[in-house]
């Protein structure tokens, strides 16, 4: 039996998730789950070490050590390269590489140029390819979808499954489309536009969904923005985000370590090829939006549904008709510590984060350095950059945009996840205000007590300089 | 895995929606290497506050936590359930969950089940006003019952006959490990491996 993303003539034409699906399924009927198939597991220190001890105690080996692979990210320091100064953090890391060692799994560890948030490191080898199964102990895995995959965040039992047998056991979800038809305007980015769906749907509004993004303006994004928009799909509950493949996957793919080569190059991108949703295949929802009336969004509240155009102000609670949704809002106004109707560009802050899995790659620094080129980081903001990878940041110092951002003031740190979950010392002080690019403004995410607001990369520089909320054009 | 049948005992309403990992468990707590020891993390930052529910002593011995909608969104992080575990409760109530925390309690045998937000509401009403009142969650008959009161909840069938047999995935999986090595000779050769190139 050969695989084969074509539909046969005559059967029903399927999306590019049922595809991928289909391809993967190692057992399916009865009344068990689908049983499928793991292309590639991504592990990190946070949600495996107790996955290796179950291993352990059962007696069990990694099965495929050759589709396994590691890398330190959520505990690493930022301010220099080797010094866990946290012991829990350290020790958390030293288990992971002494479980790596033992088990025989390739590892990432501080000092290599792979190390680096595990949702960069994948792609940047060219590990993440289209049409696969991508897990990792990590909900923002569904960037890897970016890549025509399916790849979705699991729990440390499921890691310890996966590590034992390949496989999972999962219930098939239901297909969604997001289309968005048109072009972007100019200075909206895809970070604009995933926090406005979001804005849309609500955090639950994606819930046993794998969806899938598509239309002119999702065409048009770079294999960066794609991963931006397919990493922030958990932010509004769906299992999975995805995007086709098309030629620029398979530009972006091609000469990394990973990818195939020769003939086995023409085959895999024959069978990628075949991949994209049939014409008249039907989804079980579908959400249309118009990109043309898109403008950058910000975050005012504690989900990253709670967000408004960034030419707005904060919403008054008793707008809001739901109840649940009124006291939701209620509650975030009172921990942001911000007044209803207050315009979102008089919001001040003290800190700005640029880095994390949605936007540390180099595409996302470089639109950064643009917008604060030859300017400064405002008095009384910090501004921390922090690439995604190693790699990114090595490449960043190449283009010169490390010396961009030193110059106008800003924190040039090494990779990590940093002040995205702040795990390690990067965190905000009670009160704090930060614009961040990362993917969650919940209570104490940053630090306890700090107060988040989720924006662009471009939003991100603009705003170090206006010292309060605002985009490249306020400048 | 222990066998889930039934649990009965008194609970804690928490009137709150959108209650993410973050705050079940926050990021600091989980650097540690363990799977228990995790009850003083359980919702660290709002126990500062003594006027939160659960530093109310009428309580302290609620083993069913109910919840608002969208409970447990947010990360993968599994310590979220080993936290709920650790400082006591069996079973939770709420509208809707997060994805991978639904999967993750049911892993670990925390009852994570729905009810309708009336249903939910009801529920906080009531136990507000008697906290020593006793609620059944039953994953036999698949209902809630308290107070003469029952309702109804879906619960998939295979991850409930896992539950009420006590079975792990990883050696039901393994039954049909002939099948995986069949699915795996047959992988198309250019499928990438994370072997050093
Ligand atoms: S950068 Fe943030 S969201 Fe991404 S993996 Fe790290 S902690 Fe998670």
Redesign the pocket.
Known sequence: MSRTPQTAEGTRPRTLAEKVWDDHVVRTGGDQPDLLYIDLHLL?EVTSPQAFDGLRQAGRKVRRTDLTIATE??NTPTDNLFTIADPTSRKQIETLRANCEEFGVRIHSLGDAEQG????VGPQLGLTQPGMTVVCG???TS?HGAFGSIAFGIGTSEVEHVLATQTLPQAKPKTMAVTVNGSLPEGVSAKDLILKIISITGTGGGKGHIVEYRGQAIEELSMEGRMTVC?MSIEWGAKAGMIAPDEKTFAYVQGRPHAPQGEDWDAAVEYWKGLGTDAGAEFDREIVIDAAELSPFVTWGTNPGQGVELSGAVPDPVSLDDPAERSAAENALKYMGLEAGTPMRQVDVDVVFL????N?RIEDLRTAAEVIKGRKVADGVDMMVVP?SARVREQAIQEGLDQVFIEAGADWRFA???M??G?NPDQLTPGQRAAST???NFEGRQGKGGRTHLVSPAVAAATAVAGHLAGPADL | MEKITTHTGTALPMRRSNVDTDQIIP?VYLKRVTKTGFEDALFAEWRDDPKFVLNQDDFRQATVLIAGTEFGTG?SREHAVWALKDYGFKAVIAPRYGDIFRGNSLKNGLLTVELPTEAVEWLWGAVEADPTLEITVDLVEREVRAQGRTWEFEFDDFARWRLMEGLDDVSLTLRDEDRIAAFESDRDAWRPRTLPV
């Not at chain 1, 880095?355 to 949605?358: L, N, P, R, V």
């Open positions: 990190h990210d959520h948030v595990v949702h960069v990590d909900s923002h960037t990493n880095g994390s899995c949605t540390g995604g990590g996840c940093s995205c979950l795990m990362s993917n969650r | 990021a990360s």
